[in-house]
């Protein structure tokens, strides 16, 4: 076939697509190519404009490294990181409630024991985080892996510091014969996503903020059962209701309470005044695999 037009163009390229053998790729090719085709005769694009469409693209994966992802950044701030989440992971009774990765996690992180500080000498207001995991009908999980991951109390990351040669403000625990964890850190501050980069250029094009609430990163997982992905927002932080990656849900909110000096609950005497972030989490029980896999 020749003579391609506006009108017969798309379902040549889908004919083109007739014998891809795995059958879930032929068909997510497929309504690429529907909804790309459709996408560009909705919005009339210029050839002009699809370069630099073309070129946004190419600076968006130019700026990534093992220390930037701009792909994901991309991905949070139009939405469809939240979108793919609730369609791969609908609410599901006893489980918590999930939320975007975020760029910021490191595979590496330190495996540390339960009451570890993991601030790494950072400065701030200490914080005390404690919770339990359980599966969704309420047993509790023992060796169940906690990775975490927050700001400091200026908003950045480790991986966002140059100072740093050691990761801090991260780590991974395993939970206790009865599904508890507990460490110390420091209280995390709401933060920019990086806006100096393609992403930024979007977010300033379109009179959006790039501000996002404060929160702790959770990673959880245990055997038997879907890994969590999820953070939890301190409620009283600002961008609570604006967050730029549209990651905030009403169930994933606790106040980070003020405690008086004295003993905290892992026995350490504290002289300063600090906060305590308690969460439990359930986990949904893992789906049996595919039949066709
Ligand atoms: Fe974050």
New binding site residues.
Partial sequence: MRDFDEHNITAAVVERLADTSDPRLKQILTSLVHHLHAFARDARLSFTEWSYAIDFLTRTGHICSDKRQEFILLSDTLGLSMLVDAIDHPASAGATESTVL?P?YVTSAPELRLGSDISGGLRGEPLYVEGTVSSSDGRPLADAVVDTW??DDEGF?DVQRPDLSTAALRGRFRTDANGRFYFWSIVPRF?PIPDDGPVGEMLKATARHPF?PA?V?FMISSRGHDTLVT?VFSADSPYLDSDAVFGVKNDLIREFTHEPPGTAPDGKIIEQPWRRLSYDFGLKQARAPAAHR
């Fill in positions: 975020g910021f927050h700001s990351y933060y996002r929160h990163h953070h």
